[in-house]
Nanobody, 121 residues
Framework: QVQLVESGGGLVQPGGSLRLSCAAS????????MGWYRQAPGKQRELVAT???????NYADSAKGRFTISRANAKNTVYLQMDSLKPEHTAVYYC???????????????WGQGIQVTVSS
């Protein structure tokens, strides 16, 4: 029905940058919000940043001033620009989207498969 595909992860040295992308496809009437979450080994999944279709953003305290979330609504795509990366940012990052499949259908949450981000020298 709906698929979220993440890209842009990988291995980067401390101080480097990455831009994560997530594209939603399938049966989509509208997307209320999209966001990024991450899960480090042995820890719970936590919010990184979200953005609504209207452009309102919400960041975890640890992400403020370092990460930037943006969107391309026409492409059903969300981005996460990550600058000045540190080893503690290492985690699996998951894309999330709240999607209506039809005009009279309730909003449903969807998740991507996750993409690895490793910050190491």
């Amino acid at each position: 029905q709906v698929q979220l595909v993440e890209s842009g992860g990988g291995l980067v040295q401390p101080g480097g940058s990455l831009r994560l992308s997530c594209a939603a496809s399938g049966r989509i009437f509208s997307i209320a919000a999209m966001g990024w979450y991450r899960q480090a080994p042995g820890k719970q999944r936590e919010l990184v940043a979200t953005i609504t279709s209207g452009g309102s953003t919400n960041y975890a305290d640890s992400a403020k001033g370092r990460f930037t979330i943006s969107r391309a609504n026409a492409k059903n795509t969300v981005y996460l620009q990550m600058d000045s990366l540190k080893p503690e940012h290492t985690a699996v990052y998951y894309c999330n989207a709240d999607i209506r499949a039809g005009r009279f259908t309730r909003t449903t949450a969807y998740w991507g498969q996750g993409i690895q981000v490793t910050v190491s020298s």
